[in-house]
């Protein structure tokens, strides 16, 4: 379907780009080539997308083909821009691959324009969490950097105004579609599956993290699982973290954040205490280091940040029981991150809250920590018989129809000295309209209790 001028043809048209996906992402481009004068279209799969009606106001000469991808308009593009959501494996590219033409994302866009150095966060879990430590040490240190992308603002948008640097949160589907990135630092956190939907393999996913290290000046690396950097560029500068190793740049020992030998501060003075914050504190630490941030306002920082919402927050202590939201555990390693650590706290049972869209995953990975620590699942979603079927030997598992019937079980269930945590290990979109959202549900039906 067209939106528009149904008479205009294809021919003539020179230099036209295309933009694939009409949400936030999609916006921001049309925003940019716009500006620059660029012939665009926009295209998108949805019947209505939501960015259509702002489409028709700001460019209501724009073309706009809803409801399917065209292979023919595609096949006349100059470059095709996608957003993150858009898998370019999808039949309707194949024609524009094989004639050659480029298909890229926002994030190129971005850094062929940007000219300030660009900090870029990437990994399976901690990408919010780093990206906003190091935008509030940043801040903390008085200098004027942006923080942008995956994190949920599009990177274009900031052009518009002068930043000494830009600290990126970016996932595996910008990186896919991004090749001229030349990140003054860049950092993958750690990776575990994750997107299975999307990638053939494991192996496909780690090497669309991996780009975030081309060309970098720096490359912060996580020393204790080298498959995830190497091999590195061999201009780049390499800082190492870890969290066994005393070889590393920035490293944990005796319960100490330490630098080269030296100590930064004891764990307790953090605000967060547990194996995966002071991951993210020592890969924040060794970003910071190139982003020539003060060590004490960036120890400030970690001693006051409580976290994010939706990731391993109490939400409520009710009678004695611990009620967690761990809402943004989306993939199988956010949630056997958050069962050892709420695991390693308690004397008193845990009782897990988990199910939704599994995302192709293997939930295996989920059996033994499940066992060593957990003693009721309360199943929910699209694909609890998916996780029932491989923790029916590790727990007592309970199928439950929504979010609020699986908090109340768990509240008849749980006693004093008890914990409940929802971490899904899978995404929300079968029944609520983001992980915020299945949050805030969460919140809401434990505070009814
Ligand atoms: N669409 C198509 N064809 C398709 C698939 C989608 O036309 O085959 C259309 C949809 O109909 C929709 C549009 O594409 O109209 C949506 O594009 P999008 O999914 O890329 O969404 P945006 O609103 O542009 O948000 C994107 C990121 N979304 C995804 O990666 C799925 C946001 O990350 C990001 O914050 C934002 O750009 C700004 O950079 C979200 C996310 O879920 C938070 N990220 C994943 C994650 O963190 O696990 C990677
Ligand atoms: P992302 O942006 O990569 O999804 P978030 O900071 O939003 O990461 O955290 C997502 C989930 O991962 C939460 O459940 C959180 O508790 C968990 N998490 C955060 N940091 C780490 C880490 N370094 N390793 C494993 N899990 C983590």
Redesign the pocket.
């Known amino acids: 379907m067209w939106f528009g001028d149904s008479e205009v043809a294809l021919g003539g048209v020179v230099n036209l780009h295309v933009v694939v996906g009409l949400g936030a992402t999609g916006i921001s481009c049309m925003r940019h080539l716009k500006a620059a004068g660029k012939e665009v279209i926009a295209m998108d799969s949805a019947k209505a997308p939501t960015g259509v009606q702002v489409l028709q106001q700001e460019f209501p000469d724009v073309k706009c083909v809803v409801s399917e991808l065209d292979p023919a308009i595609l096949g006349e593009a100059e470059e095709i821009i996608v957003s993150p959501g858009v898998p370019v494996a999808q039949q309707a590219f194949a024609g524009a691959k094989a004639k050659g033409i480029p298909i890229i994302g926002d994030i190129e866009l971005f850094v062929r324009e940007a000219k300030a150095p660009i900090y870029a966060v990437t990994?399976?879990?901690?990408?919010?969490?780093v990206t906003t430590l190091l935008g509030l040490m940043a801040e903390k240190a008085g200098r004027r950097m942006a923080v942008a992308g995956?994190i949920g603002k599009p990177v274009l948008e900031l052009l518009q105004e002068d930043y000494e640097g830009y600290i990126l949160?970016l996932s595996s589907f910008q990186l896919e579609t991004t090749d001229s990135l030349a990140a003054k630092a860049a950092v993958v956190?750690?990776v575990t599956p994750d997107h299975m939907d999307r990638y053939t393999d494991f192996e496909a996913y780690r090497a669309a993290k991996h780009k975030i290290y081309h060309h970098c000046d720096n490359a912060i690396v996580n020393l204790d699982s080298p498959d995830i950097w190497q091999p590195l560029d061999k201009n780049s500068e390499m800082i190492s973290f870890s969290l066994l190793s005393q070889q590393a740049d920035y490293y944990l020992q005796d319960n100490k954040l330490m630098q080269r030998g030296k100590v930064l501060v004891e764990v307790k003075q953090l605000a967060l205490q547990g194996q995966?914050h002071y991951?993210?504190a020592l890969a924040s630490l060794a970003m910071g280091e190139v982003m020539g941030l003060p060590v004490e306002s960036m120890l400030s920082v970690l001693a006051h940040f409580t976290g994010?919402s939706h990731?391993?927050q109490l939400v409520k202590t009710i009678r004695g029981v611990s009620w967690y939201n761990?809402s943004?555990?989306?993939n199988v390693?956010?949630t056997e991150?958050?069962i050892k650590s709420i695991g390693e706290l308690t004397e008193g049972r845990l009782l897990l809250l988990a199910g939704g869209q599994s995302k192709g995953a293997d939930f295996s990975a989920l059996r033994s920590c499940v066992a060593s620590y957990v003693s009721d699942v309360i199943l929910f979603g699209e694909d609890k018989e998916q996780l029932a079927r491989v923790l029916n030997e590790s727990a007592r598992l309970h199928h439950v129809d929504s979010l609020q019937q699986a908090v109340r079980l768990a509240a008849e269930l749980s006693q004093s000295g008890d914990q409940v945590l929802l971490?899904p290990a899978c995404a929300s979109f079968d029944m609520f309209a983001n992980f915020a959202d299945r949050g805030d549900q969460f919140i809401k039906a434990v505070e009814a209790l």
């Open positions: 990994g399976s879990n901690g990408k919010t969490t995956n949160e956190l750690n995966h991951q993210n994010l990731r391993c761990d943004k555990a989306t390693g956010a991150t958050a971490s």
